[in-house]
């Protein structure tokens, strides 16, 4: 029997295991740094495949290693764990237990096809050269799980990688589909919080004050000239302002304006050149408006971008497993940003865009009625064992 026959007699037969336990962590939802159930789950299925695994990587993480039986590369399989805080609204049978918590971004697929993964390679281990890291993270969705779990050394603990994969389930793709970017995948991220400091007046008074909320005001609608009139048309870059705080009462001038942000480009030369301006601007608002200001602005995340010999070796086996009609290069990359990124600065990578399109239901990631069609986990199995072989051999 061929490789890709092989995998997908062993997806076949796992798969009801891996739906019943994506529903279990559907159910249980766990935010960034709290995904302690998950990793207990986790760990429980590999313990009873053999593989050896260490605990607490980043707070939360899981690393596994799973050993060929022949010389080969180490290539790594990342697998996010976390959900968000969004109160779920599906209506399916076994939808979030926990108020105000829900996997809307499929994260619990995605743990479970890491796992299938593992169980299926765990059974071909005769045909694994080299080894597989297995890379359970935490805490994606606050794009902090990845740097916590470089900073806990899984880079440069033995053994290290020379390649990894990574994926996402994509509700626009059909299932049973694969798509992918040839490039940029995701923008960077950056995240500034900003404090204008006035002085407290009365209402009545306003010359007497210093309006910390006017001047926020101000900001807020002026900063977009940084994107309009500084950039590039031809560079993609979008700048968002989701918070601001500021005023005590309705008669009384506001002393502070906070405000919280984030900025995402493909280019850190582009982020640098936003981060100069904002800067500016603020110089001048101390004069014009009197106001002083605290920024602290820091990189969430680098762009995503592939490895073109990476992805190359990937896509091949894509096609070997899917045929090239169903894989999909995709038109454009997202604006939304993935902590992957720091894995993918650091090692070769390749990111793919597992389809999970539910045929009638309107939805998309990060939305109440999200839910993701379930041919996507042996889809998942499929791909990335094969690619995971082919990487590791080569």
């Not at 960034?32 to 009873?48: C, D, I, N, P, R």
């Not at 045929?323 to 070769?348: H, R, T, Y």
Request: charged share 20%; aromatic share 6%.
């Amino acid at each position: 029997m061929d490789l890709n026959r092989r995998i997908a007699a062993i997806a076949e037969r796992i798969t009801p295991q891996l739906v019943e336990l994506r529903k279990q962590l559907h159910q249980h939802p766990e935010l960034a740094f709290e995904e302690h159930e998950t990793a207990k789950a986790v760990g429980l299925f590999l313990k009873k495949l053999g593989i050896p695994f260490r605990t607490g990587v980043g707070k939360t993480g899981i690393v596994a290693v799973l050993e060929g039986s022949a010389p080969g590369r180490t290539i790594g399989i990342r697998a996010d764990m976390d959900a968000l805080p969004i109160h779920e609204e599906t209506g399916l049978p076994f939808a979030s237990k926990i108020a105000g918590k829900m996997h809307a971004c499929g994260h619990d697929v995605h743990t479970v096809i890491a796992l299938g993964v593992a169980a299926a390679l765990s059974e071909m281990k005769e045909s694994l050269h080299g080894r597989i890291k297995f890379i359970f993270q935490p805490a994606e969705e606050t794009l902090s799980g990845a740097p916590a779990m470089i900073a806990d050394g899984v880079l440069e603990e033995a053994p290290k990688m020379d390649a990894i994969i990574g994926y996402h389930n994509w509700p626009p793709v059909k299932a049973g589909t694969v798509g992918y970017h040839p490039e940029a995948v995701m923008a960077s991220a950056d995240a500034f919080d900003l404090t204008l400091k006035g002085r407290t007046g009365h209402g009545a008074h306003p010359h007497l004050g210093i309006d910390a909320l006017a001047a926020g005001a101000y900001f807020v609608a002026q900063v977009q000239t940084v994107i309009s009139r500084e950039v590039a048309p031809l560079s993609p870059a979008v700048l968002s302002i989701g918070e601001f705080h500021s005023g005590t009462a309705r008669n009384v001038v506001a002393p502070t304006a906070i405000l919280k942000g984030s900025v995402r480009t493909m280019d850190p030369a582009v982020s640098k050149a936003i981060e100069a301006a904002v800067r500016r601007m603020l110089d001048g608002m101390k004069t014009g408006w009197r106001v002083e200001y605290e920024l602290d602005w820091k990189k969430v995340a680098p762009a995503l971008r592939q490895h073109p010999a990476t992805l190359a070796s990937v896509l091949e086996s894509t096609r070997s497993v899917l045929g090239k009609e169903n894989i999909l290069e995709m038109p454009q990359p997202s604006m939304g940003s993935e902590d992957f990124a720091w894995f993918a600065e650091k090692v070769p990578a390749a990111h793919l865009r597992i389809g999970s399109k539910i045929d009638g239901l309107d939805t998309a990631i990060h939305r109440a009625n999200y839910d993701c069609n379930e041919l996507a986990i042996p889809t998942g199995v499929r791909v990335v064992a094969r690619a995971a072989l082919d990487l590791a051999k080569s």
